[in-house]
């Protein structure tokens, strides 16, 4: 008698493939939340390390705040040592604050889709920006009004009216938003990320004109959340269109106010006093 040799019928092999699908689409999405939850830890974190770091320069430098960044003019602030080979270029922020983290990586957000840029730092990005209305002024040359700029920011730190409800950071994952003219191999991170190292508002990047280097800050989705560092260094996440209270509803300096504008206005004015006052104002005590 000729033995039968056990196996899976066709049918019987369809089904576990069915319920092996059904299985993936509900864990799938799930891992997907679990996965960004994480990179969202992390980017709070690192923005928690930065504004920090913030805190120690501010100590350290009689109560005030860095400039956002020194350059202007056609490259001509190399010529009057604005911009020098041991700042690394062109003064920001960012550059300001290393010497207190040691490690470029804690300006990176896990959730940023940017490349990174070659540096003599290794290959970075800088997934965070300041407020233009708390950490102020990029001064340098002016070629083009033939006078030199002197960069404006807030006197101290203790100018802040109200400390925990005052943005200083916020997230950047859009590279359209910054300039990457990669003309030399560390031209983003020695020049050209003076112009993008603020906000001026809080809105989506889908709001603002995609090249308005100033604007724009990309969520999670279109109904999604990003992360906000304050000046008393507390980060929270807020969602898409939030209007922040004791902020005035525009664009940026200059802009009529706009109830109906799912944002509100971080800009400066930094050409004008210290601080000048058409600065979008920060929330009152």
């Excluded at 699908?21 to 994480?38: E, G, M, R, S």
């Excluded at 800088?126 to 102020?136: E, L, Y």
């Excluded at 008393?232 to 200059?254: E, L, M």
Aim: glycine share 8%; hydrophobic share 35%.
């Amino acid at each position: 008698m000729k033995q039968r040799t056990a196996a899976f019928t066709l049918i019987e092999l369809l089904v576990v493939i069915a319920i092996i699908a059904i299985l993936a689409a509900i864990l799938f999405p799930v891992f997907a939340q679990a996965k960004t939850a994480a990179k969202k830890a992390a980017t709070i974190s690192n923005m928690k390390q930065v504004l920090t770091a913030f805190q120690i320069y501010v100590s350290d430098y009689d109560d005030t705040f860095p400039y956002r960044g020194t350059m202007n003019g056609n490259g001509q602030s190399w010529a009057t040592g604005t911009c020098n080979v041991e700042a690394w270029g062109c003064p920001t922020w960012d550059k300001v604050l290393y010497p207190y983290q040691k490690n470029y990586q804690l300006f990176d957000s896990a959730l940023d889709r940017s490349p990174k840029k070659p540096s003599n730092l290794g290959e970075i990005k800088r997934s965070f920006r300041v407020a233009n209305n708390v950490i102020r002024g990029v001064g340098g040359v002016n070629t083009w009004g033939g006078s030199t700029l002197n960069p404006v920011s807030v006197n101290s730190a203790t100018a802040i009216p109200s400390p925990a409800s005052s943005i200083m950071l916020t997230e950047q994952r859009n590279e359209a938003q910054f300039y990457s003219n990669d003309y030399w191999i560390w031209s983003t991170f020695w020049e050209e990320w003076v112009w993008g190292a603020g906000s001026a508002n809080t809105l989506s990047y889908k709001d603002v004109n995609p090249n308005q280097l100033a604007s724009g800050i990309d969520f999670d989705s279109a109904n999604g959340t990003a992360n906000f560092g304050y000046t008393d260094t507390h980060v929270k996440s807020a969602p898409r269109g939030y209007i922040f209270p004791g902020y005035r509803r525009s664009r940026g300096v200059g802009q009529p106010e706009d109830p109906s504008l799912r944002g509100v206005c971080l800009d400066a004015d930094d050409w004008g006093g210290n601080p000048a006052s058409n600065d979008c104002p920060l929330p009152q005590q």
